[in-house]
């Protein structure tokens, strides 16, 4: 029986839309006040659909438009931005960073050529392989944040719609990190899991590394519209939701 799609495979069907030349597609760039402050720039198309997840057109329609911008256009956009309010801190957010291997390799040179910023990679890691570790730690001002979806196989697959056993691909990209000696730390949604669950989490995490417990970061839900009504279609009922103070002007 099916039990859900392939992250990897939607990877590449994604990357197909989202990449050309070179470039890639995004929506958005802005200044936000994570970390203290960070200049942002919100790519198009992910490879996994998380039932909690802040975008929605972005991801769920990433042929729909949007404009493709080189990795030297992003870079000048994310340091005007940082520039102009003073950050240190670069990212690209909003959706997968890693599916266009790349187009990130090129934007994370450049931020090492220039060396006044560190670039914070968020990603879910499932396309974290031994190699892209390693090519991530010939970089000296990146920090990887690895946000696993649910503590466990069967959350991982409750929230994402993916297939349990690709749960261990997220797993699998903190040890490769590990192994690289390249810095990252994990982050757990934890709004849908049990006590019980968070603790193996912790056991598995510790065996991997326990730095990478001490630096665990919970994440929990924030009830924007369509995340209610996803969650309300699919029957689930977080243990622990905030309500959003605004509603990003993304979520068109
Ligand atoms: S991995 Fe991130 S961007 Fe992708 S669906 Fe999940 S929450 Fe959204």
């Given at each position: 029986m099916e039990r859900g799609y392939d992250p990897i495979a939607l990877a590449e069907v994604t990357r197909r839309i989202v990449e050309r030349d070179g470039g890639r597609k995004y929506y958005r760039f802005r200044g936000g006040r994570w970390y203290g402050g960070i200049a942002t720039a919100d790519c198009v198309g992910c490879n996994l659909r998380c039932i909690f997840c802040w975008s929605n057109t972005p991801r769920d329609n990433p042929a729909m438009g949007w404009g493709f911008y080189s990795p030297e256009e992003v870079y000048r956009n994310l340091v005007k931005i940082a520039e102009r309010r003073g950050y240190r801190l670069l990212r690209v957010s909003g959706?997968?960073?890693?599916?266009c291997w790349d187009h990130l390799m090129k934007i994370l040179e450049l931020v090492e050529e220039d060396g006044r910023f560190k670039f914070i990679l968020e990603t879910n890691g499932t396309l974290i392989d031994e190699a892209k570790a390693y090519d991530l730690s010939m970089f000296r001002r990146v920090h990887v944040r690895v946000s696993l979806k649910g503590a466990c196989e069967e959350e991982f697959s409750l929230l994402t719609g993916a297939r349990p056993e690709a749960f261990e691909l997220q797993l699998n990209a903190l040890k490769h990190l590990a192994d690289q000696n390249v810095p990252a730390h994990p982050a757990v949604m934890l709004s849908f899991s049990s006590e019980e669950s968070l603790g193996k989490l912790i056991e598995r995490l510790n065996e991997i590394d326990p730095v990478y417990v001490r630096e665990l970061e919970e994440e929990y839900v924030f009830l924007y519209p369509h995340v209610k009504e996803r969650l309300r279609r699919a029957g689930i009922i977080p243990k622990v939701a905030y309500e959003p103070d605004r509603v990003p002007e993304d979520l068109v």
């Open positions: 959706n997968e960073p890693t599916i």
